[in-house]
């Protein structure tokens, strides 16, 4: 780390989060917004440049103490942070043609760039304040997207979202509190803060805090409910980030803070625990959802259950390799996620003809989600086999590939049913090449980049995939899911969609209570600003002032 | 006596007797001018008193003790003293940046002068010039009497603040203000004569140097005390700030809302830091603690249910009080941390004084340009009034303690001590106040930035009265960038004593 003159690499990490940020903030002039699409593609990379020539390992420390403001590099912000740059400049060309004819794109660029500069900065930021700014710039700023289109649904979606954001903030906060507490001097960096964890008294407080503020961000049951409303209602490029890369902060902050190398056995099989059953709980109410974008949102929360199951394995151990593994699974996760969303979008503008290209397509990416031999996300299932183990865990988590199979399976149907496909005078139409050849290229990239990367992140060969015991026990899970789609598309059962947001629903009970809290609150003030009750109340705080101060002996003969 | 620590600067006693009688030579010649001089005067008064400001400012910082003056060379106890260590210095600087972006706002525009009826009228600078002196008064007397005089000082020109349009409900709320600021002056002046019966001098660093345990004394501190909580409108004394602070013009609201409500803070910190015995202190704070998260969930819970924007801002500030008074036993403990806890409390204090005062503004001018102030009807105003909404988004910002505001790092340091003193309590109301402020403050932005439903009618209104209080917002946001440690600059001349002044 070296304070003072800053060499190219530590410029290029600093450009990457501050280039969208400024362009962000420039966008706010009316002139400059009009170029605010543009400006998008220009955003992105700096960050991919930085992904590409910055060693990993890299640090440095921008202002020093007491604000010790420092970047890091490390493996799982590498990861997290090239695909979220690769995602990004891809969608962001697709967004630039997606919002031609909206005439509110330029505000949707605004929080385009400002959630782009919070989403990097997340995974670059090695000090405490600093990570908890950009947590809540990626987050806030998300709510842009989210509600873009200001529909009722969008405003309900944006209202959810915003309350659990601030509910998030405010947990996570007193956690970083008391976890600074333990080192000396003001802002430390995560690394020491996390590492005095095991000798603070309040290791408990601290660990419930961290793990309810992050899983909500990454849609853990029961904190969940924003995410099927927020990601189905965002524009379609809109969804693909938020469900690309603005989930994926809650990932990182669990790698960042959760203690690598201290094992924490009941807290980790906690973590396991919640994660596998969201990864279940996602699929079956997905599998009820009718628009592509819900069933895709749901998906997301099921996968952000195997991530969650993959650290809580990893924490329970001590594993000190799970969270790079972890980040190359989210890293998996991101692309196809980000392509499947802008595949909705494409099949929405092609006819019949095309539309059967569209579908081969998003199958592809279904399947490589749910772990299909032979393509990248079988090397992301296969990385986190390790972690978890053979065990009854195990077994769930490859079980829950066959449900992912199956959920999959019904967003390709979903997407069918989205095509121009019942249009007949939609017959040739096809996507514009604006919008297929982002997702076409996203696509190959997202089945195929995990080979480059796997051996670098897991430090293992790909023989062992490639062997037939490899192949089976990546295959039986996706053949297990198609059976049970065939099975299920032959004799549907009458199932009806749960609405998005599923539990949200039990909180409906609680506006009343809210409301009478309210009004309880308004009477009892105006109670209170009455004269005579205030002019009681001067007089009684001041006996009671007196009293507190007054416990000696002097009063007591005013004592019976 | 000192001279000036900085080559250049008038020595650092003249500086602390011109910030209080310059606003007072400027208020006489307004007796004679018609508003649109008053206002230019004002204008070039106010410039003048916040160049004074910065000089305290940094003669404090350069000397590194606190600044001292000596009216007529007489030393306490046979004379007056005035005294500002780091903490007056800040609520000096804090003032007059407030109250020059105040007269900047109200004033009548070069471009686009607004009708006559429209102008504010020359009582209006009148009363903004005799706040000032008073407020600066308060800052850098350390004698109860004086003290006294500022505080009625005070008073008396900020109830006509708040009843200058002559409206019938503004006159009420005004007579309400009055009266219970009377309650707190009578019991103040009680507390002071006590004081004096006992110790024979008025000045606060020579009776503290005296003061021990004993009925009088704490009758004395019980009764100014209260006072002062009627002052500050503590909850559940509060009930004249809502009508006073919604229903004054813009301009005073936030005048009233950011730093008036901030002169009897400042004496209850002076009372209970410098004056009181600790073992006095201890036992009190946890009351004052009590009544301050009270007022932070009762207040903020109101807020929530509020339908006019002003009401709602007003409510806001008697919810963020509170959080000045969970100082209290925080910084009164001794312990390492609760030096971060008085920091915390007065960075709190001042991005509560920002914030507010950008808050009041910009529903000033939504007002103006809407015609109303109902909370329903704003929805869209982001892209009619961007600068305006932001300023009010930014303002609310630091009051929900988010970063990169203020109101985050002091929320924060505040937060630490509680951890660290053990008083989980307070820990908690801080995080429930931060909720409920997100509460309060997302019900007027989010609909903000939605689309309206027709496009809203408006009446135009000056830029650059928008970008005022958005500077003060900006300010606001830019405390957060205070290193998260307690503050050296706020322990310059503490503990107070007169030594500084020595010949």
């Not at chain 2, 002003?310 to 500030?317: F, G």
């Amino acid at each position: 780390m070296t304070a003072g003159t800053l060499g190219g690499s530590d410029l290029l990490l600093l450009s990457a989060i501050l280039v969208p940020l400024v362009l962000g903030l420039a966008a706010l002039k009316p002139w400059v917004r009009r170029w605010g699409p543009t400006l998008a593609l220009v955003a992105p990379l700096p960050a991919l440049a930085a992904v590409l020539l910055v060693p990993v390992g890299q640090s440095v420390l921008l202002v020093p103490a007491p604000f010790r403001l420092t970047l890091a590099l490390d493996a799982p912000g590498a990861l997290l942070l090239g695909g979220a740059a690769l995602l990004w400049l891809l969608a962001g060309i697709y967004a630039r043609a997606y919002l031609k004819d909206d005439p509110e794109r330029g505000a949707f660029s605004v929080w385009w760039l400002l959630t782009m500069a919070g989403a990097f900065a997340v995974f670059l930021v090695a000090d405490v304040a600093s990570f908890y700014l950009a947590y809540a710039l990626v987050s806030f700023a998300a709510y842009g997207l989210a509600a873009h289109d200001d529909t009722a649904e969008a405003r309900r979606a944006g209202r959810v979202y915003l309350a659990l954001t601030v509910l998030g903030e405010a947990l996570l906060i007193a956690a970083f509190v008391m976890l600074a507490s333990s080192v000396s001097g003001a802002n430390p960096l995560i690394r020491d803060a996390v590492a005095g964890l095991a000798q603070s008294p309040w290791r408990g407080a601290i660990l419930g805090l961290l793990l309810v503020g992050f899983t909500m961000k990454m849609g853990l049951f029961p904190l969940h409910v924003w995410m099927p409303l927020a990601h189905a209602v965002a524009p379609v490029p809109g969804s693909a980030v938020l469900s690309g890369i603005v989930v994926k902060a809650g990932v990182i902050g669990l790698i960042r803070f959760l203690p690598a190398d201290l094992p924490l056995a009941q807290w980790g099989m906690a973590l396991l625990t919640a994660g596998l059953f969201t990864a279940f709980y996602g699929v079956a109410i997905g599998l009820t959802q009718s628009h592509p974008k819900r069933a895709l949102a749901y998906s997301t929360v099921s996968q952000m259950g195997v991530v969650a199951a993959v650290l809580g394995a990893g924490l329970a151990a001590g594993d000190a390799a799970a969270p790079s593994l972890a980040a190359f699974y989210a890293l998996n996760h991101m692309l196809l996620k980000g392509a499947m969303f802008l595949a909705v979008g494409v099949a929405m503008a092609s006819g019949p003809r095309h539309l059967r290209l569209v579908l081969i397509g998003a199958a592809v990416l279904g399947l490589s989600l749910a772990g299909l031999p032979f393509t990248g996300g079988a090397l992301a299932k296969y990385a986190v086999k390790a972690p978890v183990g053979e065990g009854g865990a195990g077994i769930l988590l490859a079980l829950s590939a066959g449900g992912t199979t199956l959920l999959m399976a019904r967003y390709v149907l979903l997407l069918a049913a989205r095509g121009k496909g019942a249009d007949p005078a939609a017959g040739e139409a096809e996507a514009p090449p604006a919008l297929l050849v982002p997702w076409a290229v996203l696509s190959g990239v997202a089945v195929l980049l995990p080979f480059a990367l796997f051996t670098p992140v897991t430090g293992l060969g790909l023989g062992g995939l490639f062997s037939l015991e490899g192949i089976i026990k990546g295959l039986w899970p996706v053949a297990l899911g198609l059976a049970v789609a065939a099975l299920l598309y032959q004799k549907p059962p009458k199932v009806s969609e749960i609405p998005a947001g599923d539990i949200l629903a039990l909180t409906q009970g609680l506006r009343p209570a809210l409301r009478g809290l309210l009004s309880a609150a308004v009477r009892l003030d105006a109670g209170l600003r009455h004269w005579s009750s205030a002019a009681l109340a001067l007089v009684l705080v001041m006996v009671a002032l007196a009293v507190a101060m007054g416990e000696p002996q002097w009063l007591q003969p005013l004592w019976p | 006596m000192s001279g000036g620590a900085l080559p250049g600067l008038p020595p650092a006693d003249m500086l602390l007797v011109l910030a209080v009688i310059l606003p007072l030579f400027g208020l006489l010649p307004l007796l004679l001018l018609g508003s649109r001089l008053a206002e230019r005067l004002t204008l070039l008064v106010l410039a003048a008193g916040l160049a004074v400001a910065l000089g305290i400012g940094a003669e404090v910082a350069a000397a590194g003790q606190a600044a001292t003056a000596f009216i007529g060379g007489w030393r306490p106890p046979l004379g007056v003293g005035l005294r500002a260590d780091g903490l007056s210095a800040v609520m000096l600087v804090m003032t007059a940046v407030v109250l020059c972006a105040t007269g900047l706002y109200a004033m009548t525009g070069p471009a686009t002068p607004r009708a006559a009826g429209e102008r504010m009228p020359t009582a209006f600078w009148m009363l903004l010039l005799c706040v000032w002196s008073a407020l600066n008064l308060v800052f850098v007397a350390e004698d109860l009497f004086t003290l006294y005089v500022a505080l009625e000082l005070l008073t008396f020109a900020a109830v006509p603040l708040v009843c200058l349009d002559g409206k019938e409900g503004q006159i009420e709320a005004a007579l309400r203000y009055l009266v219970f600021a009377l309650f707190g002056s009578v019991l103040y002046l009680l507390g002071t004569v006590l004081i004096y019966a006992l110790y024979g001098t008025l000045d606060i660093i020579l009776a503290a140097r005296r003061a021990s345990v004993s009925p009088g004394l704490v009758v004395a501190l019980a009764a100014m005390t209260a006072g002062m909580m009627a002052k500050a409108a503590l909850f559940p004394l509060h009930l004249w700030l809502p009508p006073a602070h919604s229903g004054a013009p813009p301009a005073a609201s936030a005048m009233l809302s950011a730093v008036v409500i901030k002169a009897p803070i400042f004496l209850l910190v002076r009372f209970w830091l410098d004056l009181a015995p600790e073992s006095l202190a201890v036992k009190v704070g946890p009351i004052l603690a009590g009544l301050g998260a009270a007022a932070i969930l009762m207040c903020s819970l109101v807020a929530l249910a509020q339908h006019r924007l002003k009401l709602l801002i007003a409510y806001s500030t008697a919810a963020q009080i509170g959080y000045l008074f969970l100082m209290f036993p925080l910084a009164a403990a001794a312990s390492a941390w609760s030096a971060l806890a008085w920091t915390g409390g007065a960075l709190h204090l001042a991005s509560h004084a920002f914030s507010k005062a950008a808050m009041f503004m910009a529903a000033g001018l939504i007002a103006e340009a809407v015609g109303h102030d109902r909370i329903k009807g704003l929805t869209g105003l982001g892209r009619a009034l961007p600068v305006s909404v932001a300023a009010f988004g930014l303002g609310g910002l630091s009051l929900m303690g988010l970063p990169p505001a203020g109101g985050f790092v002091a929320k924060v340091m505040l937060l630490s001590a509680a951890v660290h003193l053990g008083n989980w309590w307070i820990a908690l109301v801080i995080l429930i106040g931060g909720l409920l402020a997100g509460g309060y403050v997302l019900r007027v932005v989010v609909p903000a930035l939605q689309r309206p439903a027709a496009p809203l009618a408006l009446r135009p209104v000056a830029g650059w009265r928008e970008w005022v209080a958005l500077a003060l917002a900006l300010v606001a946001v830019g405390l957060g960038f205070v290193p998260l440690e307690p503050s050296a600059y706020l322990a310059i001349g503490r503990p107070a004593s007169w030594a500084e002044g020595a010949p």
